[in-house]
């Protein structure tokens, strides 16, 4: 008997849920995608997905939270894996940050500023979070845009060690919104 899924949360499109353990089938089409990954510079290989799955499993047990399956209200297809997200940054502080890989069949859709406003309220809301970031490449255009339209702004830079170099980002936040 299969139970139905837990969303964390919704949106006007789109159902938030855990991954689970047997997420490869589904998650690995976004991650394998060098296009979609250009951030990272190369898609994933099939050990690096089920290493990513697995990273999000710890966050959600240490964390309480991590990348979310984004799944259309429609049809049920994976859109994006987007949520909040622990991050490091240089002065070894630790931040409240979000995350989103969007499909990249649906880029310019709206579904990443979909995934994100979402994302945001999640973090403000359940996470009571003051502060959310995003740390995002200089080179990545399309997510400096849409985190600017999301009401983020740079505040400074820190650098990410990701196999072997380094990479630099741009942080950008915004604040909790009075009530």
């Known amino acids: 008997m299969q139970t139905s899924p837990i969303f964390e949360m919704q949106?006007?499109?789109?159902?938030?849920r855990r991954l689970r353990a047997d997420d490869f089938s589904l998650v690995a089409p976004i991650l394998q995608d060098a296009q979609t990954m250009y951030a990272w510079e190369?898609?994933?290989?099939?050990?690096?997905v089920i290493d990513w799955i697995a990273d999000m499993l710890r966050r959600?047990?240490?964390?309480g939270f991590g990348y979310f399956a984004v799944l259309d209200r429609q049809t049920g297809a994976l859109a994006a894996l987007a949520g909040p997200l622990t991050e490091q940054l240089d002065d070894g502080q630790t931040a409240l940050g979000l995350g989103c890989?969007?499909?990249?069949?649906?880029?310019?859709q709206g579904y990443g500023t979909e995934c994100v406003q979402a994302t945001l309220r999640y973090a403000f809301e359940r996470l009571n979070a003051a502060q959310v970031v995003a740390l995002i490449r200089p080179n990545n255009t399309a997510s400096l845009l849409l985190a600017k339209k999301c009401g983020l702004q740079p505040i400074g830079q820190t650098v990410k060690h990701y196999h072997g170099s380094d990479m630099p980002h741009l942080i950008l936040a915004i604040e909790r919104p009075n009530a």
């Open 60 to 63: 959600y047990h240490e964390d």
């Open 42 to 48: 190369h898609g994933f290989s099939h050990d690096e």
């Open 101 to 108: 890989i969007v499909r990249r069949d649906l880029w310019q």
């Open 11 to 16: 949106s006007n499109r789109l159902r938030f």
